[in-house]
């Protein structure tokens, strides 16, 4: 399964548009600011994804020496701790 760019257009505009906002809140389930504040994380999350997935990986794997590896290798990593940033700031583990 891959994510184009027009599936990432199409989450971004649904979450920002308020769809997801307005579900979240929708039963008091989260406060009107931690709502948006999840839409904008998966935003940039499945931005990410689509980074690490349709750019960096195939690099890894395409890499023909060394420094390109370890060049894909630490924009993997930088990648990853985006995402990680993104969970954490907007809780997303303790939804």
Do not use: C, N, Q, W
């Not at 989450?11 to 579900?23: E, H």
Request: aromatic share 8%; glycine share 4%.
């Amino acid at each position: 399964m891959s994510i184009t760019a027009h599936d990432y257009e199409r989450l971004r505009d649904s979450f920002l548009r308020g769809k997801l906002v307005a579900f979240l809140e929708k039963g008091e389930l989260l406060d009107p600011a931690r709502a948006e504040a999840v839409a904008h994380a998966l935003v940039d999350i499945a931005e990410a994804l689509s980074e690490i997935y349709g750019e960096i990986v195939p690099r890894l794997l395409e890499a023909h020496d060394l420094e390109a590896f370890r060049d894909a290798l630490l924009d993997l990593s930088e990648a990853f701790r985006h995402v990680d940033y993104h969970i954490h700031d907007a809780g997303l583990t303790d939804l």
